[in-house]
């Protein structure tokens, strides 16, 4: 984990950069892993003058995983983190786990130590590695007035939930994601895509472990992948009644533009 130097003494904010590098065919989880998986987590065992860390997440992409689809990175992922100071003028300790699960054709969780000891306003900008956590915000979707999200509408008979959303510009290879803390135990199967203009609506079948899935009032996070394209935005889940999508599955449409070279 490296700090970049890039800091805000007015907000106390401190950003950093924690790098996973993953060899061969191993995988890791994005915030909210899909099936069976295990987001990374980063364990605070001490801290002094440390009140939070932001943890902020690239988008993510899915791979088929010992039967299964997971969201998450491969080879190589850079998280960027934000460090919320108490005291500017004072030593900042860190003290913390990293806890990662990585799978392969099997999956391990390992635990690795990290420690950081700073003093926020004895740091010197660092361009390369400023340059860097730029860069890596730049692959973390966030909210776009290009992007709006039209609907989110749960049919409790057929268990899906369909999210509409518009852009200002023609939709490419698009994906779309869907978690956030009220729906922590429902399980987003890969959604069916229907594309209508600059329209895009995404079915997904959905999945609970513990009980029968109830979403309708619960705020969610919709996340919308693109070429050129990354977008996150907050909505709240409505009941109705899901229609018939003439949609491909984002695997189907990938297997097409394989085959067309």
Not at 69 to 90: A, C, H, I, S
Not at 181 to 190: M, S
Not at 202 to 226: C, H, M, R, S, Y
Request: hydrophobic share 40%.
């Amino acid at each position: 984990m490296a700090l970049t130097g890039q800091g805000n003494p007015e907000t106390h904010h401190l950003d950093g950069l924690l790098s996973v590098r993953l060899q061969g065919d191993w995988k890791t989880y994005w915030r909210s892993p899909g099936e069976g998986g295990v987001a990374p987590e980063l364990i605070i065992n001490d801290s002094q003058n440390l009140d939070d860390i932001i943890w902020h997440w690239p988008a993510p992409e899915r791979h088929e995983l010992l039967g299964l689809t997971m969201l998450g990175y491969k080879e190589q992922v850079t998280f960027p983190l934000t460090f919320k100071v108490d005291t500017w003028q004072q030593p900042v300790s860190l003290d913390a786990t990293l806890r990662l699960s990585s799978c392969t054709s099997v999956c391990v969780i390992t635990d690795y130590p990290i420690s950081l000891d700073v003093t926020p306003s004895a740091l010197k900008a660092d361009g390369e590695r400023m340059y860097q956590f730029n860069q890596v915000m730049s692959q973390v979707p966030k909210p776009l007035p290009s992007v709006q999200v039209e609907s989110a509408v749960w049919d409790a008979n057929k268990q899906q939930l369909a999210v509409t959303v518009t852009a200002n510009q023609a939709w490419q290879q698009p994906d779309m994601l869907v978690d956030g803390e009220a729906v922590i135990d429902d399980t987003f199967g890969v959604p069916s895509l229907h594309r209508d203009g600059d329209t895009l609506t995404a079915t997904f079948d959905v999945t609970n472990w513990i009980e029968t899935p109830k979403l309708t009032g619960k705020p969610i996070q919709v996340t919308v992948i693109d070429e050129q394209l990354l977008a996150e935005h907050s909505t709240t889940v409505h009941a109705g009644s899901v229609a018939s999508q003439a949609g491909l599955s984002v695997w189907v449409i990938g297997g097409i533009a394989l085959l067309g070279g």
